[in-house]
């Protein structure tokens, strides 16, 4: 069974940061593209960043040179270092997991992961 969990949302003031942190199990991690999304209230679910498995990444525009992702495959671990943060990043951050390689053009849709974790909640205030 495939196990998505996210960790370390939480709510900071703009300019702060934040380091979100994934883990999953039951899937062979390493081989796979993995990527972040969030939604904010009234909102549709958005993509910040995907990763493939060898390392390339896209991000979204409006976290471009804000934002960091990074994954170890050891660990089965993904991460996204967020700096800078402003009120427009408030949302629900989730975690995800493709079951192949994704093409870069397609990182940030929602469609192409199959795993899903609950969520945790980012809050940035002004």
């Known amino acids: 069974q495939v196990q998505v969990v996210e960790s370390g949302g939480g709510s900071v003031q703009a300019g702060g940061s934040l380091r979100l942190s994934c883990s999953a199990s039951?899937?062979?991690?390493?081989?796979?593209?993995m990527g972040w999304f969030r939604q904010a209230p009234g909102k549709e679910r958005e993509g910040v960043v995907g990763?493939?498995?060898?390392?390339?990444?896209r991000y979204s525009d409006s976290v471009e040179d804000r934002f960091t992702v990074s994954r170890d495959n050891a660990k089965n671990s993904l991460y996204l270092e967020m700096n800078s943060l402003q009120p427009g990043d408030t949302g629900m951050y989730y975690c995800?997991?493709?079951?192949?390689?994704?093409?870069?053009?397609?990182?940030?849709?929602?469609?192409?992961?199959?795993?899903w974790g609950q969520g945790t909640q980012v809050t940035v205030s002004s």
């Open positions: 039951g899937v062979t991690y390493s081989r796979y593209a």
């Open positions: 995800a997991a493709a079951n192949r390689h994704v093409i870069w053009y397609l990182l940030l849709s929602g469609n192409q992961y199959k795993h």
């Open positions: 990763i493939n498995s060898d390392g390339s990444t």
